[in-house]
């Protein structure tokens, strides 16, 4: 809302006067680096479980990447919860996360590889790898210059994602082309609670690899606070050629991992004037160290727009 | 204010009260202009003794038989001085008449503020408004008050105001003694109020008197004019983004008048003239329309009638692609009706009896493709209110009232159609009942000290009919509701407010006063924007939101100069303040019924010592007021629990202001203004996030994060700034009917860039890091013609 504040006075000002933007020397407080982990588990793509770490920077560094933490000793562990409500972790199963350059999975570039922790048995034995199961807890451990830090995180059951369809058609006058916007459709679970994250992957990120290099979309509907239990209708502000193939992936969180992304929608709107100080809601334990490890139930959908 | 304290000042009353002896008449006088128009503030003295005459410019005073030398002035008038012989109860109507130019006038603060015990008040009359440079030249009493010491501004188009580092909504902003929720208009250089209605403007930020509550930080009173009551008269004035115009006149010749004064913006009509490329379908303007009428119905009863309404209306466009046209239309505005019966049912005894309706409303409708969204929210207040005033005699005064409001809040009701499907949902209104009495004294104790003593018991009870959903504390729904029946109480607290002031007279140039004050606020304002915004959300107090809670010791010395040429004062204040509300960075206020899970709750507490030095008679008039000042918050959700300084903490404010005649046609006034930048966050570092491998470019792909460490620890630079204005009467003598003058103004005359905000920008493709810094107005010049017939 406070953008239309802007926008009038910025119509006001382009009237009456020039208000202007100069550059300006700010001098920031000095940093204190931080461990940044994104990890994922989710129960449709093995090579989309990965965990991701990296450290925070000075503001003026011109490093503009991530800046990766090697050597570090991770493990994901499956648990489900008991009768008494604890969660048995089995242990003896537990997947060990490793730095690895996986070609067969398209992740070739050396800008990534370091940092990025995968299950091992994605090059030799892919079938096997680590896969997130619906109802069932998975915590992370990560060990790394002397400093531990854990996270949990649930899988929910997925909201299965029924049917999508091509609507809003329009001419975009830029291309000369008709393109349209797509639908999902799904009946959002009875019991109250739930929260959804969605993705697409379409022509112009078709090769892209991970999480981070799909299209994520903000809704009004992510939570059911409002709309619990209606049968849903979504459109997603993303328009796309006629005969494109379209991939939409409904993906079920629990509400720390909503909460988290939630907040990083937020927080990324950091460069403009109305940029807020939002700090993310950190799920991962440990002192210094921000980031989520995001249990998605994944379903998905695929649609050729018409 | 102790029991003891109140036995001691009772039983002083009593007994100082058996005295008074039986040969004494009642000299009651009334003082108008030569409109009829009563005119308050005036100053009168009996046999040298000076008296200031309350705002209903009503003097009543028990005196003994006997001659007496009667002298009355008042700001803009010829003084008129005579004699009476009192030899029976006499009523006196004295019409004073109005200096031809009004260019020596004291404005600032009334009469004699010296030796009127209601510290930490400044009052500016409407010719003062009048004279100070304004942007785009439009008056507006709410952005002069900000020019007195421990008053602020937000900055350039901040609409807030900051009283002794209170919050912009810990301010009772009254018109006519009915509150206003939104005093202002989106763009902040505009108030409700306009000029052309406004008679004066009041700020008590200290001491506040038992007869006001409800807020914490100050009383901001705004007293429009009566009409005229001789003839219809019209005024106006045409400027670059507005126009106004005021028509008054009698409604029974030398009784009743009333006034009526509408203004509106046309930036929306001129951009679509002149820039229609950048400005498109977008458009913006509002309105608004004042109008009071008072009614006398004999000398001792006057109805009075007050109307506002105004509203804004925003129109977003955007339909390049066809089919895919963003639309997003938000109309919000105030509603104020009330109606007050002044009766003074003998000599010593009056009343006002007022009633009044007051609302606020949002509405919006944004439209995407197919899709259509609408929200609407508000709030209406149904409030009754009778004050007494009891004057036994010329030492003692008491005051007692009551006051009940019933809010109804609407939080917010939502609507949607997405593609074929639609949903709606609506979050439940929210209903309160806040209710006060007050009786305060006014007593002499000795003829140099004074003291006011008052009490004001508060209670506000948020009650049924309501639905209410339980939420975890981690802000998951638990799918429960609870029902609460009509009436059903759902949360009730209920304060005590002792206000005590003293003064005490040192010689008759000189004062020492001293307050005590506490305040309670049930009601508070949801917003994140430094702006004052159409999405703000006035919240009740309930289960889990306390009521703010302030106690306020403030200590001041007053001086006058040079025969009364010069005033100088200076206070001391010390404030804490409890149960204050902040939102999480990036809160959702809209369509939110779980709001409450935004809010993070902390403490307060200010100080500082503001410095006044008025020059009120010569050619040179005006006024430098400076403060040193402290404001802080203290939350334990937020800066690890730390103290950290309040967003608009400001060490240094500075103001000066000059009036200045030129001849007989200009005058010139100045304005210079120097503060201490705001407090904002600022990022310490950055990482990468969302990471993932774009392959057609094989490279990484990431989203940059800001990483941010204290709160508030950084500081724009200051603010400074210097206006100034021209007044040109091209026939200042002219005895026509229809008179004219020229306002031009220079906002910002030496072009200072003050940032409006500034914020840090990385550009991956330059690689570059860099700060940025917006200002809003540079040089900004202005004309506007002003008419009277």
């Not at chain 2, 820039?275 to 309105?287: A, P, Q």
């Not at chain 2, 306002?743 to 030496?750: A, D, I, T």
Request: net charge positive; proline share 3%; glycine share 8%.
């Amino acid at each position: 809302m406070r953008k239309i504040f802007y926008i009038v006075m910025i119509m006001v000002s382009q009237f009456y006067f020039t208000s202007c933007e100069r550059d300006f020397d700010i001098e920031l407080k000095p940093n204190k680096p931080m461990l940044v982990v994104e990890g994922y588990i989710n129960n449709a793509m093995r090579e989309y479980n990965y965990v991701v770490l990296s450290r925070s920077q000075d503001y003026y560094s011109t490093t503009l990447k991530n800046l990766p933490v090697s050597g570090a000793k991770v493990t994901v562990t499956e648990g489900i919860v008991q009768p008494d409500n604890s969660i048995a972790w089995d242990d003896d199963n537990a997947v060990v996360l490793r730095e690895r350059n996986i070609s067969t999975i398209n992740i070739s570039s050396r800008s990534i590889s370091n940092g990025i922790y995968f299950d091992e048995r994605l090059a030799t034995d892919s079938s096997n790898a680590l896969l997130g199961k619906p109802g069932k807890y998975y915590s992370l451990k990560i060990e790394v210059d002397g400093n531990n830090y854990t996270a949990v995180t649930y899988l929910p059951v997925p909201v299965s994602l029924d049917d999508l369809s091509s609507e809003n058609h329009f001419i975009d006058a830029d291309k000369n082309e008709e393109r349209a916007m797509v639908t999902l459709h799904y009946k959002d679970p009875d019991s109250l609670g739930n929260a959804q994250l969605v993705y697409s992957r379409s022509d112009d990120n078709r090769n892209n690899f991970g999480w981070g290099g799909l299209r994520s979309s903000r809704f009004i509907n992510a939570t059911d606070d409002l709309i619990n239990g209606q049968y849903l209708s979504v459109v997603v502000s993303a328009d796309f050629a006629i005969q494109e193939k379209v991939d939409y992936y409904l993906v079920s969180v629990e509400r720390s991992v909503y909460n988290f992304w939630n907040s990083f929608n937020k927080a990324k709107d950091n460069a403009g004037p109305f940029s807020t100080p939002v700090v993310l809601d950190n799920t991962i334990t440990g002192d210094d160290v921000v980031g989520c490890f995001s249990g998605f139930s994944v379903s998905r959908k695929t649609i050729v727009v018409k | 204010m102790s029991r003891l304290m109140r036995t001691i000042l009772i039983v002083c009353a009593l007994l100082t009260g058996q005295t008074v002896s039986a040969q004494q008449y009642w000299l009651t006088v009334h003082v108008t202009d030569s409109a009829n128009i009563l005119q308050p503030n005036t100053t009168l003295s009996i046999n040298k003794k000076l008296i200031v005459v309350d705002s209903s410019s009503v003097f009543i005073s028990l005196l003994e038989q006997g001659k007496y030398k009667i002298k009355i002035s008042a700001v803009g008038y010829h003084s008129i001085e005579f004699a009476v012989n009192l030899m029976a109860d006499t009523i006196l109507s004295v019409k004073l008449n109005a200096k031809d130019k009004v260019l020596q006038g004291v404005m600032v603060t009334a009469n004699r503020t010296v030796h009127r015990n209601q510290m930490s008040t400044q009052v500016i009359g409407i010719t003062q408004l009048k004279k100070i440079p304004v942007i785009l030249g439009e008056i507006d009493p709410l952005k002069t008050i900000t020019l007195l010491p421990g008053i602020k501004s937000g900055g350039d188009a901040s609409a807030g105001i900051y009283v002794r580092g209170g919050g912009p909504d810990q301010n009772l902003v009254l018109l006519d003694g009915i509150t206003v929720y939104n005093p202002n208009h989106l763009l902040g250089f505009f108030s409700v109020f306009n000029g052309e209605a406004v008679k004066s403007v009041e700020v008590i930020k200290g001491g506040i008197p038992a007869e006001y509550g409800g807020r914490l930080s100050s009383v901001i009173t705004v007293n429009s004019r009566d009409g005229n009551k001789d003839s219809v008269k019209a005024s106006g004035g045409i400027g670059l983004l507005s126009s106004r115009l005021s028509l008054e006149g009698p409604l029974v010749k030398g009784k009743s008048s009333f006034i009526i004064s509408a203004r509106r913006t046309y930036v929306d009509q001129l951009a679509k003239t002149f820039v229609k490329d950048s400005i498109g379908n977008n458009g913006y303007y509002f309105y608004d329309i004042n109008a009071k009428a008072n009614f006398y119905i004999n000398s001792n009863n006057n109805i009075n009638f007050t109307f506002y309404k105004g509203s804004d209306k925003f129109t977003y466009v955007n339909k390049e692609d066809i089919g895919k046209e963003r639309m997003f239309d938000v109309v919000w505005g105030n509603a104020i009706t009330g109606l007050s019966w002044k009766q003074q049912l003998n000599a010593n005894l009056k009343q006002e009896l007022s009633l009044i309706y007051n609302n606020f409303n949002i509405d919006s409708r944004i439209n995407f493709g197919a899709s259509g969204f609408i929200f609407s929210s508000g709030l209406s207040d149904y409030q009754v209110k009778n004050d007494w005033t009891y004057s036994s005699n010329t030492w003692l005064k008491w005051k007692w009232g009551l006051q009940y409001i019933w809010h109804n809040f609407k939080p917010g009701a939502g609507a949607s159609n997405s593609g074929m499907q639609e949903f709606k949902s609506q979050i439940s209104d929210r209903h309160a009942r806040e209710a006060a009495a007050y009786l305060s004294t006014d007593i002499n104790i000795t003829s140099s000290l004074n003291i006011i003593a008052g009490i004001r018991y508060s209670y506000f009870n948020q009650v049924g009919p309501t639905e209410q959903k339980i939420y975890t504390a981690s802000g998951v729904p638990t799918g429960e509701t609870q029902q609460y029946e009509k009436g059903e109480s759902i949360a009730k607290y209920h304060y005590p407010e002792p206000r005590i002031s003293a003064l005490y007279k040192l010689g008759n140039d000189a004062s020492l006063r001293l307050s005590y004050a506490r305040t309670i606020q049930y009601l508070h304002l949801a917003t994140t924007s430094a702006a004052t915004f159409p999405s703000d959300l006035w919240t009740p107090a309930s289960k889990l939101i306390k009521p703010g809670n302030a106690q306020q010791v403030a200590a001041g010395y007053f001086k006058e100069l040079k025969n009364g040429s010069y005033e100088l004062s200076v206070e001391a204040y010390y404030k804490t303040m409890s149960n204050q509300l902040e939102f999480k960075p990036g809160a959702r206020l809209l369509l939110n019924q779980n709001i409450e899970n935004e809010m993070i709750f902390g403490a307060g507490k200010a100080y500082g010592i503001e410095f006044f030095l008025q020059k009120k008679t010569g050619k040179l008039t005006g006024w430098i007021g400076y403060t040193l000042s402290r404001a802080e918050r203290k939350f334990p959700d937020m800066n690890e629990g730390k103290t950290f300084p309040y967003r608009y903490d400001r060490t240094h404010d500075l103001s000066i202001v000059a009036n200045y005649p030129l001849g007989k046609k200009w005058e010139t006034s100045a304005v210079f203004v120097y503060g201490t930048g705001n407090a904002v966050t600022m990022p310490t570092g950055r990482f990468a996030y969302n990471i993932g491998r774009n392959a057609e470019k094989n490279e990484v792909m990431f989203t940059n994060i800001n990483q941010y460490d204290k709160i508030n620890d950084y500081r724009m630079p200051a603010y400074h700034r210097m206006d100034i204005s021209f007044i040109y009467t091209p026939k200042p003598n002219s005895t026509k009917q229809f008179r004219s003058s020229w306002n031009f103004s220079v906002y910002n005359v030496y072009n200072r860039y003050n940032p409006y905000f500034i914020y840090m920008t990385v550009d991956e493709e330059e690689k570059t890091i860099k700060g940025k810094k917006v200002f809003l107005f540079p040089v900004v010049p202005s004309v506007t013609w002003n008419f009277k017939f």
